[in-house]
C-alpha cells in the first residue's frame, strides 16, 4: 500500500526522517480524522472538505494509494456538499487508515533497525 | 538562499524543510497564511516562496495576488503547490501572480529543477535591480550637466548658477565624476608652444650660452 520507492527516493533514502515523519504522521493523523468525522456529524461541508483536502496532502507523503482516493472522494463530496455520499464514503476512509497506520508503523521499525 | 514553506499538513511541511535544507536553502515555515504573509513583507524576507494552495487564514492564491500588488515590493518566486491533475488550478495559480506549480506529492527531481529554476530568476532580477540602481544612481549624478550653459566666446570660461565664472574643467570636475588630465593637442602646440620654445632659445642665445660662446670664439 504504501510506494516505498517513492517515499524513500523523495527522503533521499533518509532514514532516520523516515521514521520522524511516520512518528509525525501517527500523531497529527488522528486529529484530522476526528475533524472529518466532526464535519461529517455537524453538516459542515466546508470543513469537510479542508479537513480531507489535509488529510489527502499528508498520505500522498507515502504513497498511500487507497488512503489518498479514499481522502480525495470525501474531500470532493465536500466540495459538492454532499454529504451523505460523504458519510457513505467515510467507512472505507477509516479502513484505509488503519491499514495505512499498520503498514507505517512497521516500515519505521524496518528502517530503525 | 532564504526560502519559505507555507504549509499547514505537518508532514508535507517537514519533508519539505528537511529537503530543502539539505540542498543547502535557509529555510522560513509557516502553517498557515497569515504567517506566511507576515515573512514576506518582513525585513529581509525570502526571495523565493513554495505556498500550498488550500491553507488557513489566507490561502496561496490569494498571497499570490496580494504579493503582485504590493509596490515596490523586490523579486519574489513562488511556487504553487497543487493537487495532482487539476489544470483549472493551474492556470487559476499563474494568473493569481505564482511562477510555477508542482503537484503534490512532490517529485524530488521535479522540485529540484523547479527550485533552481527560481534561484536562477531571483538572481536575474537582484542583478538587474541592482544594475538599474547603479544606472539611475550614475543618471543623477550626470543630469546636473544638462541644460542651457553660458560660455565666454574669448576664454571659454563657464558661468555657474551662482553667476560665478569657471574654467571649463572646474566647472565639469564639480558637477560630473571627471577628472581631467592636462595635455597639449598639435594646434596649440604649433600655435603656443613652439612659438615660446624659439622664443626661449632666443633668449638664451642672447645670454650667451658656454655652446655658442665656444662656437663664436673659435669661429
Given at each position: 500500500m504504501v510506494d516505498r520507492i517513492a517515499l524513500l527516493s523523495r527522503l533521499e533514502g533518509d532514514a532516520r526522517l523516515l521514521a520522524e515523519i511516520v512518528e509525525l504522521f501517527l500523531r497529527t493523523a488522528p486529529r484530522l480524522m476526528r475533524d472529518i468525522k466532526q464535519a461529517l456529524a455537524s453538516k459542515d461541508a466546508k470543513k469537510l472538505e479542508r479537513a480531507a483536502h489535509t488529510l489527502k496532502g499528508a498520505v500522498a507523503n507515502f504513497g498511500a494509494r487507497q488512503a489518498y482516493e479514499a481522502a480525495l472522494t470525501l474531500e470532493q463530496h465536500g466540495r459538492r456538499g454532499d454529504l451523505p455520499a460523504a458519510r457513505r464514503a467515510w467507512a472505507s476512509m477509516e479502513k484505509a487508515m488503519v491499514r495505512l497506520k499498520k503498514e507505517l508503523a512497521r516500515l519505521a521499525e524496518e528502517h530503525a533497525a | 538562499m532564504k526560502i519559505l514553506i507555507a504549509e499547514d499538513d505537518p508532514v508535507s511541511r517537514r519533508v519539505l524543510e528537511a529537503t530543502l535544507l539539505k540542498w543547502g536553502f535557509d529555510v522560513t515555515l509557516s502553517p498557515d497564511g497569515a504567517q506566511a504573509w507576515d515573512a514576506l513583507v518582513s525585513?529581509?524576507?525570502?526571495?523565493?516562496a513554495i505556498l500550498d494552495?488550500?491553507?488557513?487564514?489566507?490561502d496561496g492564491l490569494e498571497i499570490c495576488r496580494r504579493a503582485r500588488q504590493r509596490?515596490?515590493?523586490?523579486p519574489l518566486h513562488i511556487i504553487l503547490l497543487t493537487a495532482r491533475g487539476r489544470k483549472e488550478d493551474v492556470i487559476a495559480g499563474l494568473q493569481a501572480g505564482a511562477d510555477d506549480y508542482i503537484t503534490k506529492p512532490f517529485d524530488h527531481e521535479e522540485l529540484r529543477a523547479r527550485v533552481q529554476v527560481g534561484v536562477r530568476l531571483v538572481e536575474l532580477q537582484s542583478m538587474l535591480a541592482d544594475r538599474v540602481a547603479e544606472l539611475e544612481e550614475a543618471l543623477a549624478r550626470v543630469r546636473q550637466l544638462r541644460g542651457l550653459l553660458p560660455i565666454c566666446s574669448y576664454c571659454k570660461k563657464v558661468r555657474d548658477d551662482r553667476n560665478y565664472w569657471q574654467q571649463v574643467e572646474q566647472y565639469v570636475s564639480m558637477h560630473a565624476d571627471v577628472k581631467f588630465s592636462h595635455g597639449i593637442c598639435p594646434d596649440c602646440y604649433r600655435r603656443v608652444v613652439e612659438p615660446q620654445l624659439h622664443e626661449a632659445q632666443r633668449a638664451s642665445g642672447a645670454v650667451g650660452s658656454p655652446d655658442k660662446k665656444r662656437r663664436e670664439g673659435g669661429g
Open positions: - | 525585513e529581509g524576507a525570502p526571495k523565493l494552495w488550500m491553507m488557513p487564514e489566507i509596490p515596490g515590493a523586490g
